[in-house]
């Protein structure tokens, strides 16, 4: 038999273990044209969250009383398929199960010889090709320059922070957490960090912590700490704007500040994007990544739990901040 964990209700508010189903169902069995795959390491991440919402979206929201999807590494056990062999390894958007069928399509066949199967979900997944793109091509820091990042022990936040260390910035991380401030600082080489919950007044801290004020904010919590940054950006600041997990599991109205009077006013770029926008140069930019960490100019750090019934539980943790860089759960 194979376990499925379904999406039972939309949340309001935080996510809870009553909003998801697990369920029992036959195993599958790889037809012509077919593999079987089973799960190894699931993907938590901010975003799932957005799409348990019955709301446009960049993408379509996820149906109830039917599987989860998210990032997941796999194994070949069955193939009737000719580009699969039994034994390959690869990775993909999956459903949460177990044990599921693939016609092949959208995976990437992954070598765990060449790095820890892990990383293709993290470092060298959706989470650094994310920071990867967030920094170089929508923040374009300069040598010498200021990069402040939110959010910053996360997964992407600690990655894009070390990459505006390898292109000469000086960076500062926002986080929640006194030992994850200590964290940003040992393991990943940020000049400074802020812990928000020690801070009364945020925007004094980042100008306390960010002195020639900042040049590049790598957005990824909106509301009132990015709030708080906005008067501390330079003449021409560049804002990517990679998430706003802030936000996610608010009811009800909230208010945000108004940025059309900054933005003109300070010449400011604030820019959203999508790190599928760049899928033509993912192979470049992974290799990029992988050879900052073979340089040792880049490290990652993961929090994994274990067992295909904590899927849930790690998706409620990440937003209790309970996660170390990238959370992920190995089957």
Known sequence: MNNVINLKNRP????????????????????????LLKTLYVSIDPYLRGRMNDSKSYASPFELN?????????????SEHPGFNKGDFVSGMLQWKEY??????????IDPEAAPLTTYLGVLGMTGLTAYFGIT?????????????????????????????????????????????RLLKTKFGFDDAINYRDSPDITAAVASTCPNGVDVYFDNVGGAISDAVVPNLNKFARIPVCGSISLYNLTGDHQCL????????????????????????????????????KEGKLT????????????????????EGKNEGKMIVKI
């Open 66 to 78: 039917k599987p989860m999807v998210s990032g997941i590494v796999a194994e070949v056990t069955q």
């Open 100 to 109: 599921q069928l693939s016609d092949g399509e959208k995976l990437l066949k």
């Open 300 to 319: 990652y750090s993961e929090t994994i739990y274990e067992g295909f019934r904590n899927i849930p539980q790690a998706l409620i943790d990440l937003f």
């Open 137 to 181: 091509v929508v923040g374009k820091p300069r040598p010498g320059e200021t990069l402040l990042v939110s959010g910053a022990a996360g997964a992407v936040g600690s990655i894009a922070g070390q990459i505006g260390k390898i292109m000469g910035c000086r960076v500062v991380g926002i986080t929640g957490h006194g030992n994850k401030a």
């Open 12 to 35: 309001l508010g935080k996510p809870g273990y009553s909003d998801f189903d697990f369920i029992i169902e036959p195993m599958p069995q790889a037809g012509r044209g077919k593999i």
């Open 258 to 293: 108004s940025m059309q009077s900054v933005i003109t006013g300070k010449s400011i770029t604030m820019q959203g994007f999508l790190v599928s926008d760049y899928a033509s140069e993912f192979p470049k930019a992974t290799k990029q990544l992988a050879a900052w960490i």
